[in-house]
């Protein structure tokens, strides 16, 4: 069965998207098992073995649930479990993905207090500290933060939104958003005091679409007992009991957690730090590449950029579009559209996942032969300048 419709080249096609990323053959072949019986006796090691695993990734001690759901329901779960009708959330629009998440809020039936940006950096860390300040009454009930929004290529300083809420004494739950971050970019759910960390796993973690997670604070929790929001299928109380003896509530998704599974194995082998090293020197190279071919990074904050993938912009006159279509015809590879107000002005590379060295040379090669291509003005020797920084920085 053929799912592409279009026609592909010999070769692997590149999927150099900002998520989902490429799966690891190792992922694939252990997603390949045979079903099994979800409340046998196997699957409660399994599912403990996976729910202990991820307090690692998350950098916690409490629990993690995992939902078979886009990162959209891990986004409803962390806002419905802990708050109630009316309530006030501050939330930092830093690009499509956050304002998506205000959305959601507001049809919820949560009051979203905005906070701006030009969408060219992360969350301004200033205007949280001083809304924070002027909230004498304790209004605000949550604070959420995209921590790498994925349509600019911005990530956010949680640690520093972490410290206006402590230097304002402020009681609000700080809800973050590390879909595309999770397993890329360094984070601390634990040391940050998180109360919700919302994932997914079809980016950092290697894995298809289809799961996403919940890692909770113990403020959360409490929060959790008297939170009015409606839920069921989200609801964390049905989850944690059975999670306990590595059980779900309702049918997980079996295959996937074989995925997790080795998933985890890998990023754990490998070592949080040096696959935090290997995303930050793939985004220098991208970033070099970038300024090489004399093009605009989307990110105007040296502090903000994204280890997970570079948004860049196109000349006035040239259509960021046009350039994808060119590239998925001529070179067999998908780039990331601009969403939102950055349709047709950014195209996103993908430098996240299962990724090495040379596939970020084939992916920097497939742009600047598409910039020539579909006829964008820039200089050459973007590549090369990637292999300079790579090969110079083992
Ligand atoms: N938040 C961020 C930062 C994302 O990048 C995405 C998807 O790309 C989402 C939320 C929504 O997740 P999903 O599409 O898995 O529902």
Same mark, same amino acid.
């Given at each position: 069965m053929a799912y592409f419709t279009s026609n592909r080249s010999a070769g692997r096609h590149f999927l150099q998207i900002p998520g989902p990323t490429n799966v690891p053959d190792r992922v694939l072949r252990a997603m390949d098992n045979p079903t099994m019986d979800h409340r046998g006796p196997d699957f409660g090691i399994l599912g403990k073995r996976v729910l202990e695993k991820l307090r690692p990734v998350f950098a916690t001690s409490g629990p993690v649930i995992i939902y078979p759901a886009s990162g959209t329901g891990a986004w409803e779960a962390a806002l419905v479990n802990t708050l109630s009708p009316g309530d006030t959330v501050l939330m930092c629009e830093t690009g499509w993905f956050a304002h998506l998440w205000q959305e959601m809020a507001g049809r919820l039936g949560l009051k979203a207090r905005l906070l701006e940006t +030009?969408? *060219? *950096?992360?969350? +301004?860390v200033a205007a949280i500290a001083e809304a924070l300040r002027g909230d004498r009454g304790h209004e605000i009930k949550a604070v959420c933060v995209v921590h790498n929004e994925t349509s600019t290529g911005c990530t956010s300083r949680i640690e520093e939104v972490r410290a206006a809420l402590d230097a304002a004494a402020h009681p609000a739950l700080l809800l973050v958003d590390?879909?595309?971050?999770?397993?890329?970019i360094r984070y601390e759910h634990e040391a940050w005091g998180v109360d919700v960390t919302v994932a997914g796993s079809q980016k950092g973690l290697m894995l298809p679409p289809g799961l996403s997670f919940n890692a909770v604070s113990a403020k959360a929790l409490k929060a959790s007992e008297t939170a009015r929001l409606p839920r069921s299928f989200w609801d964390w109380k049905p989850m944690l009991a059975a999670n306990a003896t590595g059980y779900f509530p309702y049918t997980p998704a079996t295959n996937l957690l074989y995925a997790l599974d080795t998933a985890l194995d890998m990023l754990l082998e490998e070592g949080l730090g040096d696959v935090f090293s290997r995303h930050d020197r793939h985004a220098e190279a991208t970033r070099r590449a970038v300024r090489r071919w004399g093009l605009e990074i989307q990110c105007e904050e040296p502090r903000h950029y994204s280890s997970a993938l570079t948004a860049v912009r196109v000349p006035e006159g040239h259509s960021a579009n046009a350039l994808r279509a060119a590239i998925l015809e001529r070179f067999d590879m998908s780039l990331g559209n601009g969403l939102g107000r950055l349709n047709d002005r950014v195209f996103r590379i993908g430098h996240l996942g299962a990724f090495n060295d040379l596939s970020l040379l084939g992916t920097l090669g497939g742009v600047e032969m598409g910039l020539r291509v579909a006829g964008v003005p820039h200089e050459g020797g973007g590549v090369q300048a990637a292999m300079d920084y790579l090969s110079g920085n083992a």
């Open positions: +030009d969408w *060219r *950096r992360g969350a +301004d590390t879909i595309s971050s999770l397993g890329s």
